[in-house]
């Protein structure tokens, strides 16, 4: 299935460095790599490897020394910081380690976040906020606070808020790194439920074999460079 | 559409004690604003109540306050015959020749010294300021050595309640009454006939003349036309215009001493408002991260974090405010430097004042918020995110 159709995600030539100092510290070089619509594909690779940095850079909010990114037929690398930020809002869903919810507001407020930088008015924000919690299964909490609620939650709760614009991708930097086993397969499973039923691509950093074991496909990435498994 | 206000005003909330002690603080900036513009008030209101509009005050040229004035007797008697002048309902017009002079009297409390002024009236004189009542006892009969004391001057100083005698010009005077005068400055001076007084201060010419105008609107003609007559050396003030010049010295005075104590204040609200709003991005930079990876542009998270800094300073505005009501009720008695005569006056609140402290609360929380704010938008999302 994956084969068949036209990548989503089509990365040529990627390189960046980081400078400390007078010191360059190449972090990816040379990396070409396409994702299919639809695919679950997990970035494996020991620490400083450059999984996050490659994640960071499809998700448009760190920038390319070199190389192109194109995400849905639009070329990332070129915009400038306040376009990327409106792209951003339409195409990624953001799924965090620490699940990056704003602990003031409820988990309905949460998740209607993304909601606010679109044209839908009130009563159309609500009916997507209330179809998205009900899909991670938390429409009974939506007035709870991410303090109210335990890790498994927090985390279904920040999926909702990456798919309630239904963006083209979704990428996720450790989704189980703060959780139970059981929790974790939860997570897993919701995402798993996201790109089988609702046909999402995700793009997904992790250490844990388990959470890879669900992707369609491993990518490792050692020093900068890309094998396939 | 940006981030929430209620995001800003749930983070304040969040942080309840350090939201309080840094408002406390502007509070105490707000305070000091609000108490001395409601001092200025207060003595303007004060002065100006004491006048009515349809008054008109002659006085010698250049001279800023009745007590430095004189209008010679065959001036005044052309002055007195002049058309635009009302009449009352016992046809005699309403204009009277007064006296002022200034003499020291003691306080009750404290022995010390103060000047007070003693007018002498006319008959009519009273017909004039129909804020002058009789409170109690009678008025001085004419042509006798009695006087009648303003509220305050009866209550704050020696010799002048009902009963009691003053001497003055010398001659030993009788207080037979006591006057209230609301909030104006009569309440502060000691009234008594006027021919009996310039015989004992040896005063052979007028302070000031007042009168009533029949045509309020006549003043700008009647005012071109004494002042340019060659027999006279007069100038003509409505009562209120009068009063208030009287007042501009003092409140220029508490102006400038409430705009030095607010600035020198206001420099550690802001310095405070900054550092409580350093804090608060500190403690969210992941927040921020995030807001600006789900795509909330650079500006959005300026104006959140500039909400919550202008609503920091309007708290600490309505805390000032709330403790500067309670200056109303506090009486303050001091030297007016016009007249160099006791003056008692109040705190006074208006809606103008709780404008400007309320506004100037916000600019102190705005110029506070402002340094942080802009860190808080240029921060790097990667390196934010990353804060965790």
Request: no cysteine; net charge negative.
């Given at each position: 299935m994956a084969e068949a159709s036209e990548p989503i995600v089509r990365i040529r030539n990627l390189s960046k460095a980081y400078?400390?100092?007078?010191?360059?510290?190449?972090?990816?070089?040379?990396?070409?790599?396409?994702?299919?619509?639809?695919?679950?594909?997990?970035?494996?690779?020991?620490?400083?490897?450059?999984?996050?940095?490659?994640?960071?850079?499809?998700?448009?909010?760190?920038?390319?020394?070199?190389?192109?990114?194109?995400?849905?037929?639009?070329?990332?690398?070129?915009?400038?910081?306040?376009?990327?930020?409106?792209?951003?809002?339409?195409?990624?869903?953001?799924?965090?380690?620490?699940?990056?919810?704003?602990?003031?507001?409820?988990?309905?407020?949460?998740?209607?976040?993304?909601?606010?930088?679109?044209?839908?008015?009130?009563?159309?924000?609500?009916?997507?906020?209330?179809?998205?919690?009900?899909?991670?299964?938390?429409?009974?909490?939506?007035?709870?606070?991410?303090?109210?609620?335990?890790?498994?939650?927090?985390?279904?709760?920040?999926?909702?808020?990456?798919?309630?614009?239904?963006?083209?991708?979704?990428?996720?930097?450790?989704?189980?790194?703060?959780?139970?086993?059981?929790?974790a397969e939860e997570i897993l499973q919701l995402m798993d439920r996201l790109v089988r039923e609702f046909g999402k691509t995700v793009v997904m950093v992790t250490h844990d074999p388990r959470a890879a074991e669900k992707a369609h496909i491993i990518r490792h990435l050692e020093k900068g460079e890309l094998s396939v498994t | 559409m940006g981030i929430p206000y209620s995001y800003s005003f749930r983070n304040l909330w969040t942080r309840r004690l350090t939201t309080v002690l840094t408002a406390s603080g502007m509070g105490l900036v707000v305070f000091v604003f609000a108490a001395t513009l409601m001092l200025t008030e207060g003595l303007q209101k004060t002065l100006v109540q004491t006048g009515s509009s349809d008054n008109v005050v002659l006085l010698r040229k250049s001279s800023n306050s009745e007590v430095q004035s004189a209008v010679e007797r065959d001036q005044a008697s052309l002055l007195e015959s002049q058309p635009e002048i009302a009449v009352g309902a016992d046809g005699e017009p309403l204009l009277a020749k007064e006296l002022v002079v200034l003499i020291n009297l003691k306080k009750r409390v404290g022995d010390k010294p103060s000047n007070v002024i003693i007018r002498g009236i006319d008959p009519a004189s009273l017909k004039l300021r129909p804020a002058v009542r009789l409170k109690e006892g009678r008025m001085p009969r004419p042509g006798s050595a009695e006087v009648v004391a303003g509220e305050s001057v009866a209550r704050r100083f020696k010799g002048c309640g009902l009963g009691e005698t003053l001497r003055f010009g010398m001659r030993d005077w009788r207080v037979v009454g006591v006057f209230d005068a609301g909030a104006t400055g009569f309440s502060s001076e000691i009234w008594g006939d006027r021919d009996q007084m310039m015989q004992a201060f040896r005063r052979p010419v007028y302070s000031s003349i007042i009168f009533r105008l029949r045509d309020t609107t006549a003043f700008d003609a009647y005012k071109a036309r004494i002042e340019s007559d060659p027999r006279l050396t007069v100038e003509a003030k409505r009562e209120t215009r009068y009063y208030l010049d009287q007042s501009e010295a003092m409140a220029k005075f508490l102006r400038i001493l409430g705009l030095v104590l607010t600035v020198v204040f206001s420099i550690g609200a802001v310095i405070g408002a900054t550092i409580t709003m350093y804090a608060a991005v500190a403690n969210r930079v992941t927040e921020i991260g995030t807001l600006r990876a789900l795509g909330f542009q650079r500006k959005s998270i300026l104006s959140a974090f500039i909400v919550e800094a202008l609503l920091l300073g309007l708290c600490g505005g309505v805390l000032g405010l709330f403790a500067a009501s309670f200056m109303q009720l506090i009486t303050i008695s001091t030297m007016n430097w016009a007249s160099f005569s006791e003056l008692a006056f109040s705190f006074t609140l208006n809606v103008s004042i709780v404008w400007k402290s309320l506004l100037f609360s916000a600019v102190m929380g705005l110029v506070g918020g402002v340094l942080p704010a802009f860190r808080a938008s240029r921060m790097k999302i990667v390196e934010a995110l990353r804060a965790t």
């Open positions: 400078r400390r100092g007078a010191q360059i510290i190449p972090v990816l070089t040379g990396i070409n790599f396409d994702i299919a619509r639809g695919e679950f594909v997990a970035l494996m690779g020991p620490s400083g490897s450059g999984k996050s940095t490659l994640l960071n850079l499809i998700a448009g909010i760190d920038s390319a020394d070199e190389g192109s990114i194109q995400v849905a037929d639009v070329e990332i690398t070129t915009l400038g910081e306040s376009d990327l930020a409106s792209w951003r809002a339409g195409s990624v869903g953001f799924i965090f380690q620490f699940y990056n919810l704003i602990p003031v507001l409820t988990a309905f407020e949460n998740v209607e976040l993304p909601l606010l930088l679109t044209h839908l008015n009130r009563r159309e924000r609500r009916e997507h906020v209330e179809a998205v919690l009900d899909v991670v299964g938390l429409a009974d909490r939506m007035d709870h606070y991410p303090s109210q609620l335990s890790g498994g939650q927090q985390q279904r709760v920040a999926i909702a808020r990456a798919i309630v614009t239904d963006p083209e991708i979704l990428v996720a930097d450790e989704p189980t790194g703060d959780l139970d086993r059981v929790s | -």
